[in-house]
């Protein structure tokens, strides 16, 4: 059973944000690009996974759950899917490798072979998954469950796979062979029932933190001056609609709404700062009204915090305060 579903990733929500916002000109924009089309890709990976998952069906009880933040002795950490059976607890790593890999022992290296035969060394996800499978036998034994942790790796793309006398330590799996693969496994001890293992995917979904990224603009080193300000017309994309006759008015294309003012505060916080006064958000919106902007802040899903010159408003995400992640 499905117990947690995948969401867009923040730092995704807060590049697509910074990008749109970014001039063209700007020495950073080749980068937020970059890193922005990374984010599309493996995100888009995990999404292809999901739905490959969905012809997992096992005669066994067992839980799903799809990108997880836990906290344990101080260490936070991510995995982009578990799966609990009555024998054994599974980590998931997605990988969005495309091109060829090479796959090489002693050292452990993912080499990305281009078509014009460059190469280029990959971030080891052996060593993620060991670090990850490290964090959680230590979150597992603070709650008291002792169960075995396996592992597997999956690559999103069906390329080529080349492994130079390489006996690795965990499985790697294209995403159309991973449902039937794991329905596969054998239960060779049945340490949970069906009740244990509802109770331990709740435990994991309680638990799980929201990751926060924000302010993007403090990770690329980016002056705020420099992000364009004013409420970007959802219907053709243009910055720059005006607040009349109590909703906002596209001039380019003539959509008007009531609400475009929401995704425009959420990208204050996204990209600026943690928290919003009224005449930041004038500044932001490009509101001259300052009895204006405290109605639409009074109507915002914020916490204002303060009173008179000191008042401000935060955002909570998700309903909880957002945690750093390492």
């Known amino acids: 059973m499905l117990y947690k579903n995948r969401t867009m990733p923040n730092d995704l929500q807060g590049l697509i944000a910074l990008d749109k916002r970014l001039p063209n000109h700007h020495d950073k924009k080749h980068a937020v690009q970059k890193e922005l089309y990374n984010c599309e ?9 999901d739905k490959a998952m969905l012809d997992f069906e096992p005669d066994y009880p067992y839980a799903l759950l799809h990108d997880l933040y836990l906290h344990t002795e101080g260490n936070y950490f991510q995995i982009d899917s578990l799966l609990i059976t009555p024998s054994a607890i599974t980590i998931i790593e997605v990988k969005n490798f495309a091109n060829k ?13 281009y078509r014009n035969g460059d190469r ?10 060991q670090r990850k499978t490290k964090h959680l036998k230590n979150w597992l034994a603070q709650h008291n469950i002792q169960i075995p942790i396996d592992s597997l790796i999956i690559f999103t793309h069906t390329n080529e796979l080349v492994f130079e006398n390489a006996q ?9 062979e991973a449902a039937d693969y794991l329905a596969a ?17 709740m435990k994991f979904k309680n638990q799980h933190k929201t990751y ?19 409420v970007i017309c959802p219907a053709c994309n243009k910055i720059g609609m005006r607040w009349e006759k109590r909703k906002w008015n596209c001039k380019k294309c003539g959509h008007t709404s009531k609400s475009e003012h929401a995704q425009t505060i959420k990208e204050w916080f996204m990209l600026i700062h943690p928290q919003i006064t ?31 010159r000191a008042a401000h408003y935060i955002l909570q995400i998700d309903g909880k305060s957002p945690i750093p992640i390492e």
């Open 120 to 129: 280029k060394v990959l971030k080891n996800p052996i060593e993620e998954v």
């Open 168 to 176: 690795l330590p965990v499985k790697i799996l294209f995403t159309y």
């Open 212 to 230: 926060n990224p924000f302010p993007l603009l403090n990770i690329y080193n980016i002056n705020p001056q420099d992000i364009s300000t004013g």
């Open 278 to 308: 009224n005449r930041q958000l004038r500044y932001f919106l490009q509101l001259p009204s300052r009895h204006v902007a405290q109605t639409l802040l009074a109507k915002s899903n914020l916490q204002l915090r303060g009173e008179k």
């Open 185 to 201: 496994q054998p239960i060779t001890e049945h340490i949970l029932d069906k009740p244990a293992i509802q109770h331990l995917a």
């Open 101 to 113: 890999t090479v796959i090489t022992e002693n050292p452990t290296q993912f080499i990305k072979v």
């Open 41 to 49: 890709a493996g995100y888009k990976g995990e999404l292809e996974f």
